[in-house]
């Protein structure tokens, strides 16, 4: 991650992660609890808090900080390098139509990488942009509600399950929330 998008600790993030060549992996269930059980994981375990997340059917938003004593920079990076792995695993053992595409994919990123070895599949950074305000939170906030709604996936936000727009209509999504206020 470059100076340009910097985490730095004690803060709140809006964070973009992509798969890289936008596949469309989160396309199965096996492939989004995936990445449910790592994000739990990374709740429980290692000082993640969520305010605000969404899975669509390439890429990840989270508006997230680090507990006191944990980095989001290390939760992050520990996050993908699990899920990376996970995914790319389990796509191997699926009966997945997509199974020699995707790896060649993945494949063929990792070969233009000197520092990965087998394959890819997180786009390099996090796209984090630090909350600097109540206005930009809450732009964010109804941005990441409202993708699978702009996606025409549901009628409203709080309908789509892999996000946590039911926490914010009132009822328990899949992970825990901490609600911004």
Same mark, same amino acid.
């Given at each position: 991650?470059? $100076?340009?998008?910097?985490?730095?600790?004690? /803060?709140?993030?809006?964070?973009?992660?992509?798969?890289?060549?936008?596949?469309?992996?989160?396309?199965?269930?096996?492939?989004?609890? $995936?990445?449910?059980? +790592?994000?739990?994981?990374?709740?429980?375990?290692?000082?993640?808090?969520?305010?605000?997340?969404?899975?669509? *059917?390439?890429?990840?938003?989270?508006?997230? *900080?680090?507990?006191?004593?944990? /980095?989001?920079?290390? $939760?992050?990076?520990?996050?993908?390098?699990?899920?990376?792995?996970?995914?790319?695993?389990?796509?191997?053992?699926?009966?997945?139509?997509?199974?020699?595409?995707?790896?060649?994919?993945?494949?063929?990123?990792?070969?233009?990488?000197?520092?990965?070895?087998?394959?890819?599949?997180?786009?390099?950074?996090?796209?984090?942009?630090?909350?600097?305000?109540?206005?930009?939170?809450?732009?964010?906030?109804?941005?990441? /509600?409202?993708?699978?709604?702009?996606?025409?996936?549901?009628?409203?936000?709080?309908?789509?399950?892999? +996000?946590?727009?039911?926490?914010?209509?009132?009822?328990?999504?899949?992970?825990? $929330?901490?609600?911004?206020?």
């Amino acid at each position: 991650m470059g $100076i340009k998008n910097k985490i730095h600790e004690g /803060h709140l993030y809006y964070l973009t992660l992509t798969v890289v060549d936008w596949i469309d992996v989160f396309t199965r269930p096996v492939y989004r609890h $995936i990445i449910i059980d +790592s994000l739990k994981f990374c709740q429980e375990k290692k000082g993640l808090e969520l305010y605000a997340w969404v899975l669509m *059917s390439n890429h990840l938003h989270l508006i997230a *900080s680090a507990k006191e004593g944990f /980095h989001l920079s290390d $939760i992050l990076r520990d996050f993908k390098k699990f899920t990376s792995r996970s995914i790319v695993a389990a796509i191997q053992q699926e009966n997945e139509s997509r199974k020699e595409w995707m790896l060649h994919r993945f494949q063929f990123q990792s070969n233009v990488q000197s520092k990965v070895t087998n394959h890819k599949f997180w786009q390099d950074g996090n796209e984090a942009k630090e909350i600097h305000s109540n206005e930009f939170l809450q732009q964010k906030l109804d941005y990441i /509600h409202m993708n699978p709604v702009r996606a025409e996936m549901v009628r409203e936000p709080e309908h789509y399950l892999y +996000s946590s727009a039911l926490d914010y209509a009132g009822g328990k999504g899949l992970l825990k $929330i901490v609600l911004a206020d």
